[in-house]
């Protein structure tokens, strides 16, 4: 009987491993495709296990809202059961591209900190804070203006070393009680080394546009799915349509 049971377990083994291959090559070819929701799409390719939200410029709209009418999510997604699937943010989400330009000039008893938006109309002043700090600074020294200056007083201290944070005071995708989409700081750099004989300093951010801070984070969401007609995602049901699905 003994020897019996050893033969059958492996056989089960095996057949529950074929059963969840099966599941998920199942879920995969549901999920391949368009699925549309107003004015927002999400596309996924199941050959590559990728995804990307795009949302389309609205049609016979007067005054256009500053808003991404691009790509707004893409990522990586990964089946979890025969209707569900989980994403991930693709490598480049806070990948923030700057030039960091250091100088002597202006007053020698005060640090100056220029931050170089890119030409955006979402970026009204007063949209973003500025967080400035060096790793001996008691405190960072804070601003919602592009320029900062910071005298060398009692608080500053001459390390080598800098950091920059970046909040967004007024983000697009954040409702009271719900999961907030959309970043409110960006780390633009941490620990960057700079000569302390300078005191100006110019960071342009160069990717930093509206499109990116608008980017959703999406880690770890769920996207759940009936069949191949519809997902359903935030709240919302995406129905499926006939689109390019060439990313």
Wanted: aromatic letters at 14%.
């Amino acid at each position: 009987m003994t020897k019996i049971f050893l033969l059958i377990f492996p056989c089960l083994f095996v057949v529950k491993l074929v059963a969840s291959d099966t599941t998920r090559l199942k879920t995969l070819d549901n999920i391949n495709g368009s699925f549309k929701c107003g004015i927002e799409t999400i596309s996924f390719n199941s050959k590559k296990g990728t995804f990307y939200l795009k949302r389309s410029l609205p049609k016979l709209q007067d005054a256009i809202i500053p808003l991404c009418y691009d790509t707004i999510a893409k990522g990586s997604f990964r089946v979890i059961s025969n209707d569900v699937i989980t994403l991930a943010n693709d490598k480049s989400f806070r990948n923030i591209k700057f030039d960091f330009k250091q100088e002597t000039k202006l007053s020698a008893d005060t640090a100056y900190y220029k931050i170089v938006l890119p030409k955006d109309d979402a970026f009204f002043p007063g949209r973003f804070r500025y967080f400035i700090s060096t790793r001996c600074q008691k405190g960072p020294g804070q601003s919602d203006s592009t320029f900062i200056a910071i005298p060398k007083s009692a608080n500053y201290c001459q390390s080598r070393f800098l950091n920059l944070l970046v909040q967004d005071l007024h983000p697009q995708w954040c409702i009271e009680e719900e999961k907030c989409y959309q970043r409110a700081f960006f780390r633009i750099f941490n620990s960057l080394e700079y000569d302390i004989h300078n005191n100006y300093f110019t960071i342009t951010l160069l990717n930093f546009d509206e499109c990116f801070v608008e980017r959703m984070d999406v880690d770890n969401d769920l996207i759940y799915f009936n069949g191949k007609n519809s997902v359903l995602w935030r709240g919302k049901e995406y129905k499926r349509i006939k689109e390019d699905n060439s990313r």
